[in-house]
Antibody, heavy 117, light 110 residues
């Protein structure tokens, strides 16, 4: 059974940092690109970042470029999102997702990140 | 404002057929496959349709997808109360070098 388990988010002050992790199981992790997608309360889905199977290619939404860094450790079946210079508008549920625009897409349950003083 | 355009809401009565549109451009829907996701209240999105019109195992055949040019559509026939959810379309975008989503369509079963 495919499982994606995001780490607990939390409350962070504006300008602060937070690292999310997503532990994968139930599939060959190293064979799939991974993504982070976020959803602010009452809003639609916003793609944040993606990383290739090997980790050598990464992409970012303009809204987070230069502030967020995606990485993965295939030996630990885990993908990470390092978030820095956080802003109030980064407040959202963050989802880890595999194969986002292909046939084996699967999402984690999400973790809430709140940026507030 | 989302790159892919969906109607914010749709509705139908039980048993009816409802269609949700997703309009894009040549850099996304026009050249890449579309996934549709169903998001029930308080839950994570779940894959409903991939590659424009393919259903993962376990998804009822009441759900179908299609693409024409730079637009895609999701059709739900034999509408049921449990279909009440938000529906999102997604595709890769060559211009943005990332995944783009529609704004989501809230389906209400009257």
């Amino acid at each position: 059974e495919v499982q994606l388990l995001e780490s607990r988010g939390g409350l962070v002050q504006p300008g602060g940092s937070l690292r999310l992790s997503c532990a994968a199981s139930g599939f060959t992790f190293s064979s799939y690109a991974m993504n982070w997608v976020r959803q602010a309360a009452g809003k639609g889905l916003e793609w944040v970042s993606g990383i290739s199977e090997s980790g050598d290619t990464t992409h970012y939404a303009d809204s987070v470029k230069g502030r967020f860094t995606i990485s993965r450790d295939n030996s630990k079946n885990t993908v990470y999102l390092q978030m820095s210079s956080l802003r109030a508008e980064d407040t959202a549920i963050y989802y880890c997702a595999k194969d986002l625009v292909a046939g084996a897409a699967y999402w984690g349950q999400g973790t809430l990140v709140t940026v507030s003083s | 404002q989302s790159v892919l355009t969906q109607p914010p809401s749709a509705s139908g009565t039980p048993g009816q057929r409802v269609t949700i549109s997703c309009s894009g451009s040549s850099s996304n829907i026009g050249s890449h496959t579309v996934n549709w996701y169903q998001q029930l209240p308080g839950t994570a999105p779940k894959l409903l349709i991939h590659s424009h019109n393919q259903r993962p195992s376990g998804v009822p055949d009441r759900f179908s997808g299609s693409r024409s040019g730079t637009s895609a559509s999701l059709a739900i026939s034999g509408l049921q109360s449990e279909d009440e959810a938000d529906y999102h379309c997604a595709a890769w975008d060559d211009s943005l070098n990332g995944v783009v989503f529609g704004g989501g369509t809230k389906l209400t079963v009257l």
